[in-house]
């Protein structure tokens, strides 16, 4: 090998030489900036770590004296609601005491007044029974006076004008008195019953026909037949004795009805005490 072919080679291997320590010298200038700017990002990181945490620190502290104060407030309120809760109570122990005695006395007051009502009223009651019994012992004395009219009123009134003679007779209204009337013995009694329409019923010696009744008025109309001639009875009433005279002594007759129903009436017929005289129907 020559001289000229070796000074071309050496100057290649220099130049490569070179190219690589620029490199290297590059890649150590990288590195180093890198590594200089990721201290200075970790440095300013820390930085703003350490300003976070010490905003974050104070924001806690203020965060936990806020705490307290609200604590000491709530305590001061609750001290101060204690108390009043506990006038309040005494308060209301208070009323409900007085709203208790009030009606305590106000129940006193109405039991007594209830008890003097009771006591005036059971009075009065006792003043009322006494006037009452007064009342009642004269009320049957009256009532012992009144029988006593009534019973004259009665005998009175058992005795009834004749159509005829214009004289009171004794008659009788029920069967009760009937019986009464035949006891005495005085006259002959013949009870009857008459329907409308029906011929005559024969009693003694004369004979009673039905002509009419009025119910509601009471009224009724008979024929009565007797020594061959017919007299008749108009619109006659209930209890009306009704006289006629028969016979050859001309004796006196007595027709009484009490009872005056539909179509039918009863009553019975009174005569003189003759021998020989007997009912027929």
């Known amino acids: 090998m020559n001289a000229s072919e070796v000074e071309p080679k050496m100057v290649t ?18 590195g180093t900036g890198y590594v200089i700017v990721s201290l200075y990002l970790i440095s300013e990181t820390r930085s703003r770590l350490s300003a976070v945490t010490t905003s974050e620190d104070a924001a806690i502290l203020k965060l936990q004296q806020r705490q307290i104060a609200t604590e000491d407030e709530l305590k001061t309120s609750n001290q101060a609601l204690k108390q009043q ?6 308060g209301l122990h208070a009323a409900y005491a007085g709203t208790t005695a009030e009606l305590r006395q106000s129940q006193r007051a109405f039991e007594r007044r209830m008890q003097d009502e009771q006591n005036l009223a059971a009075e009065q009651v006792t003043v009322e029974v006494a006037s009452v019994r007064t009342e009642l012992n004269g009320a049957k004395k009256d009532l012992a006076a009144t029988r006593s009219d009534l019973d004259s009123t009665k005998l009175k009134l058992d005795r009834a004008v004749g159509d005829l003679t214009g004289q009171s007779s004794l008659i009788a209204r029920t069967r009760e008195e009937l019986d009464e009337l035949r006891h005495r013995g005085d006259r002959n009694y013949y009870e009857f019953t008459l329907y409308k329409g029906e011929h005559p019923s024969h009693l003694s010696t004369v004979a009673l026909q039905l002509k009419k009744v009025d119910v509601k008025k009471g009224k009724f109309t008979l024929s009565l037949m007797a020594d061959d001639r017919v007299v008749e009875k108009k619109d006659r009433g209930v209890a009306e004795p009704l006289q006629f005279y028969t016979g050859r002594n001309r004796q006196l007759y007595e027709v009484v009805i009490f009872t005056v129903e539909k179509n039918k009436v009863t009553g019975y017929l009174s005569t003189p005490k003759l021998p020989g005289l007997t009912a027929s129907r």
């Not at 809760?85 to 005494?90: A, K, S």
């Open 85 to 90: 809760l506990g006038v309040t109570e005494r």
């Open 13 to 30: 291997s220099g130049t490569g030489v070179e190219r690589h320590n620029l490199v290297r010298y590059l890649l150590l200038i990288l």
